[in-house]
């Protein structure tokens, strides 16, 4: 499975971007996807993720309100409509297959499936 992500670049605070992950290989569309950001000398952040079976979506309160994980299953591609950005969304994004469920062992809706991520792609809120 190979996934690429897309859709970076600069904008201003109040703007908006919208984030591609396109997925690949084999059972690629079988896999729930979620897209995470990380801040330089800070832990990764989940921010939301999809199912594969029936579109479920799960957000992060952090997001919520202004990003919206969508699904296009014909193009096996999932995209994160970002709204309403702030300069403290600057980071770089990244798409990886997840369970996007709770399970008996886990409540982590971000917990790793496949282990498969997309390269990371730049965000940067600025005036």
């Known amino acids: 499975v190979q996934l690429q992500a897309s859709g970076g670049g600069l904008v201003q605070p109040g703007g908006s971007l919208r984030l591609s992950c396109a997925a690949s290989?084999?059972?690629?569309?079988?896999?729930?996807i979620g897209w995470f950001r990380h801040f330089p000398g800070k832990e990764r952040e989940g921010l939301a993720c999809?199912?594969?079976?029936?579109?479920?979506?799960y957000y992060s309160e952090s997001v919520k309100g202004r990003f919206t994980i969508s699904r296009n299953n014909a193009r096996n591609t999932v995209f994160l409509q970002m709204n309403s950005l702030k300069r403290e969304d600057t980071a770089v994004y990244y798409c990886?297959?997840?369970?996007?469920?709770?399970?008996?062992?886990?409540?982590?809706?971000?917990?790793?499936?496949?282990?498969?991520w997309g390269q990371g792609t730049q965000v940067t809120v600025s005036s």
């Open positions: 990886a297959t997840v369970l996007c469920r709770r399970t008996s062992y886990s409540n982590d809706y971000y917990f790793p499936d496949g282990g498969y």
């Open positions: 290989g084999p059972t690629s569309d079988t896999y729930a």
């Open positions: 999809i199912s594969s079976s029936d579109g479920t979506t």
